[in-house]
């Protein structure tokens, strides 16, 4: 690609469309450049002209025939991002598709299939993947510090009522999909390279609503020589369970925290006192009991994420690597093999936890 500026072609200019991906690229007109916009609703068309003078269609469809733009942004309600993406890449654009990217296996392999056949990008948006508190998180995990990781909790709870779309079923609602996309990417590349073994327990709770999707989910990943791995995506946590998004437990230590910063703490064995197993029974009817050279450690972070429109620096991050993957051949960042292991997780989820649905009233 020759010009530096990629031209871009938004699907859908609602809360993502232009909350997070417009609003980055207001400020990133050296890199990129809204030149189209498709959105049903005329008021939005209008919106999206008068901010950026450009073309604007009624349906994603309208968008991609009359293209004049490098990268096609998918960001339509849920259950369109499948045939979006597919459709872009059937016409020969590079995509950038919101989350869910997909809700089932089958619709995951068939877009991949057309990225391979049209030999174009497609980048799945795990903004979270661009944490700088997960990338450090990953670092301190690696370095082996805490020893072997045998279990990590995530809690993305909070008690919030909703009546919109993102609350139906046939929507492809539900807290699994709506915010469980960013915990479940962080959890499977936490996990390795494996597919993880999967347990899940789902509740739908209607409020006084018509919405009939579940907003209770925790979910397990586990599997051979792997952490076991919680994530609570609750919506009834009326009290807040501390403040800590991440608590990780290894051998020689643990770890806690979130976007704010992250403390940990470790011993070296070598350091560790020397001990020998009693026996036959305990010593003096004494319980075990010594103190290790504790090792603790922290670091803080700015946490500069808009809690409207989820934009922040781990959002440039992911865009910085998408230019360069399109500019200069970098590699993905977020590749579709980790994210498949994703999809396979909440497919998993959900056929554990089939839900009855309920007519809207």
Not at 336 to 361: G, I, S, W
Request: hydrophobic share 40%; charged share 20%; net charge negative.
């Amino acid at each position: 690609m020759s010009n530096t500026i990629i031209k871009v072609g938004i699907a859908g200019f609602g809360r993502s469309g232009s909350g997070i991906h417009a609003n980055q690229i207001k400020g990133d007109g050296e890199r990129f450049q809204i030149t189209a916009v498709a959105d049903n609703l005329p008021e939005r068309r209008k919106d999206a002209a008068d901010q950026f003078g450009c073309k604007v269609y009624e349906d994603f469809h309208q968008l991609l025939d009359a293209g004049g733009f490098d990268l096609f942004i998918n960001a339509t309600p849920s259950r369109f991002h499948a045939d979006a993406v597919i459709a872009a890449l059937d016409k020969g654009y590079n995509v950038l598709s919101e989350k869910p990217f997909a809700s089932n296996l089958a619709d995951f392999d068939r877009m991949a299939a057309a990225a391979k056949k049209s030999g174009t990008v497609l980048y799945p948006f795990q903004n979270s993947r661009f944490y700088e508190f997960f990338a450090k998180m990953r670092e301190i995990i690696a370095s082996g510090v805490l020893g072997e990781i045998v279990f990590i909790r995530t809690n993305w709870g909070g008690f919030a009522r909703r009546w919109d779309w993102q609350t139906l079923q046939s929507e492809l609602g539900g807290n699994l999909l709506n915010t469980g996309p960013h915990p479940v990417d962080q959890a499977v590349m936490l996990f390795g390279d494996d597919y993880p073994q999967v347990f899940c327990k789902m509740y739908a709770n209607h409020h006084p609503f018509a919405g009939d999707a579940q907003n209770f989910c925790a979910l397990i990943l586990h599997g051979e020589g792997r952490p076991t791995i919680e994530i609570m995506l609750n919506s009834f946590q009326a009290i807040p369970v501390g403040t800590d998004m991440y608590n990780v437990s290894g051998t020689l230590g643990g770890l806690a925290g979130g976007p704010s910063g992250l403390r940990w703490k470790y011993f070296k064995p070598e350091e560790a006192p020397v001990r020998e197993m009693w026996g036959p029974w305990s010593l003096d009817r004494q319980y075990c009991s010594e103190t290790l050279p504790w090792i603790e450690e922290s670091c803080e972070f700015v946490d500069n994420t808009s809690r409207v429109t989820g934009t922040g620096d781990f959002v440039n991050a992911l865009y910085t690597n998408l230019y360069d993957v399109l500019t200069k051949g970098a590699a993905q960042e977020v590749t579709l093999d980790q994210v498949r292991r994703q999809v396979y997780v909440m497919e998993e989820a959900h056929k554990q936890n089939p839900l009855p649905t309920r007519q809207a009233v």
